[in-house]
């Protein structure tokens, strides 16, 4: 159900729309605290508004920045539902898009092993208005980008007990699903290509060492595929460590290179791009 409360209006200028709010809006953008901080809650009218400071904003890449703020502003004042009216908006479509595309972005969280998920806030802003279409191709292309980032993001999160290189290349291979050719070597196919030092370095451990390939051919014509390839050492990989203790617990990020080539991989299927491209 739709909250009537907690309107995000985003200004861009000292004009607005909504002809019952042009007295407050001088007010409001004059005020210290609506310029610095960016973000102002006021009740008007027995209607609370947060106002969003769009004044110095440019290009997409600020309303990227300024919606990734936002969701950390509604978040930090534990404002779970609320809504942006996007006929009364003046920003542009792309603007808009943009400004969405960084607040999902900063929702991201794993809480997949958290034992009391009752404490997380989540946060709802559900976006209005005829001018608000269902999809469109920026939308699209911006959601698949999200998809590949959130598939690293988890990933990379997951701790090294867990995501070990057996299980890691039996998740790829999930990909297949999305019109990617997933291929698994393992470690006799290695030996056979003669990837000797790639199984030296994981011949202490008790898992088996893989190199995975991920082909996407999306081009019409046999041009040569662009490459990726991605460091995949998770943290049980073997043998003995020569270095100090500290930050140990952060070589579990090892494996993010592949991580990111991985994502990537997925977001170039879920875009449909007409590109050939191999990930390693």
Known sequence: KLTKDN??????????????LKPFIEKIISNKLFTERKFLIN???NKTYI???????KSSLDFEKLGSEL???????KIENSFLNASSSIITNIQLEK????????????DKYKSDKSKNININLSIVGSKFKKSNLLRNKLNSLIEGIFLTRDLVSEPGNILNPDEYAKRITKLRKFGLKVTVYDQKKLKKLGMNA???????????????????NGAKNKSK???FVGKGVCFDTGGYSLKPAKFMEDMTYD?????????????????????NAVGV
């Not at 106002?51 to 904003?57: E, M, R």
């Not at 008790?206 to 996407?216: A, C, D, F, M």
Request: aromatic share 10%; glycine share 10%; net charge positive.
């Open 7 to 20: 309107e995000v209006i985003l200004l861009k200028e000292k004009k607005i729309e909504i002809k019952h």
């Open 255 to 275: 494996m993010a290179g592949s991580a990111t080539v991985v994502g990537l991989m997925k977001t170039i299927a879920l875009r449909k791009s007409k590109i």
């Open 198 to 216: 790639l199984l030296g370095v994981g011949q202490g451990s008790i898992r088996g060492s893989y190199l995975v390939t991920i082909e996407w």
């Open 225 to 227: 595929p662009l490459g």
């Open 51 to 57: 106002f969003v400071n769009c004044l110095k904003s």
């Open 71 to 77: 969701y950390i502003f509604l978040k930090n004042n």
């Open 99 to 110: 400004f969405i595309h960084g607040a999902q972005l900063k929702s991201y969280n794993f």
């Open 43 to 45: 009740n008007l009218d």
